[in-house]
């Protein structure tokens, strides 16, 4: 359904605000956003995709307890606005709307070390202000979403169905999918049987995803995706994706491996942020993390490839075969780089 001006109003009127000014944000894929002015302040608005998140409620409710703990805890967040009818959203035939005051700050997608290490203090931060919060609480909005194992099968599963071209074009691939599938499901495993703490997991820890400010903590955005999980998928996807020789979609697969300035950058934010609250199993994952995230998702691209693209946007026929070479390529030297990433890691672990 077309958002027009007039309907944008009509809504934002449910939340008692009077706009001056309503702007179509282009950045984001999957929410429609939109920068509202008015003289009531500064705002985003946002329709929920109900096709990625099926549960829009669970999401806001999850959203709810976790900055209403922020809030008490000092640590600044996302604040969003009640509408007429006393929620945090508005469910309505033309959608799931939430509006969100405007913070000040700004983001980067550049992944220098600084800007690492910025963003890492404040996913710390984020962390360590929730230790003190039930995970267990939480809906899992996402179910299984970095359960590595259940990836594994749906990509086994998916070998079955493919189209012959596609799996012929994917063996590479899935020989180094079926090499370190154990491997990869260590954590979970230890998750499951309660040798890893549940914790709240934010889920999309990019660079991008922190609001930084002058003089002021970074403040963690895009809290869709909080969950219960563990504290290695944040940590093992922000070094995933930024702490990575090369960008997703890279055609040079051998040339994806972890960039020691980076990870050390968020590694040493991180570890500041979360003051010294790992638990010992933790503390000594954080290298095995990246390796893990990246090779899950190499296979959640692999996946797709082979089941006909029907869950990552892509742009050429093969990008799925492309991204899955690379994330399979970096988990892979990741691993055979493990013992150098936890004796850098060890130089910087607080005590508890």
Known sequence: MTLTDTLLREILARFLIRPT????????????????????????????????????????????????????????????????????????????????????????????????????????????????????????????????????????????????????????????????AAQASYPMTLLERGDLPLRVVHNDTKVNNVLLREDAEGLVLDLDTVMPGSLLFDFGDAVRSGASTRPEGDTDYEGFTVDLPRYEAFLKGFLKGIRGTLTPNEQKLLPFSMFTLAYELGVRFLTDYLEGDVYFRTSYEDENLVRAMGQLTLAKNVFFRLDELSALTRKYQFPQ
């Open 21 to 180: 000014a309503i702007t179509p944000c282009s950045v984001g894929l999957i929410n429609a956003t939109y920068f509202v002015d008015s003289d009531e302040g500064a705002f985003v608005l946002q329709r929920i995709n109900t096709a990625v998140f099926k549960n829009p409620r669970g999401v806001m409710e999850n959203i709810e307890k976790v900055t209403s703990h922020l809030i008490k805890k000092g640590l600044p967040t996302l604040k969003f606005l009640t509408c007429d009818d006393g929620n945090n959203y508005l469910d309505c035939e033309h959608g799931f709307f939430r509006v969100s005051r405007r913070e000040s700050g700004r983001t980067y997608n550049e992944t220098t070390p600084e800007l690492m290490e910025q963003a890492a203090e404040a996913f710390g931060a984020f962390q360590y202000a929730l230790t003190d919060f039930d995970a267990s609480t939480l809906v899992e909005t996402i179910p299984d979403f970095h359960n590595t194992p259940v990836r594994i099968n749906a990509l086994w599963d998916a070998v079955e169905h493919a189209d012959q071209s596609r799996f012929t074009a994917s063996v590479e691939a899935l020989k180094l999918a079926r090499q370190f």
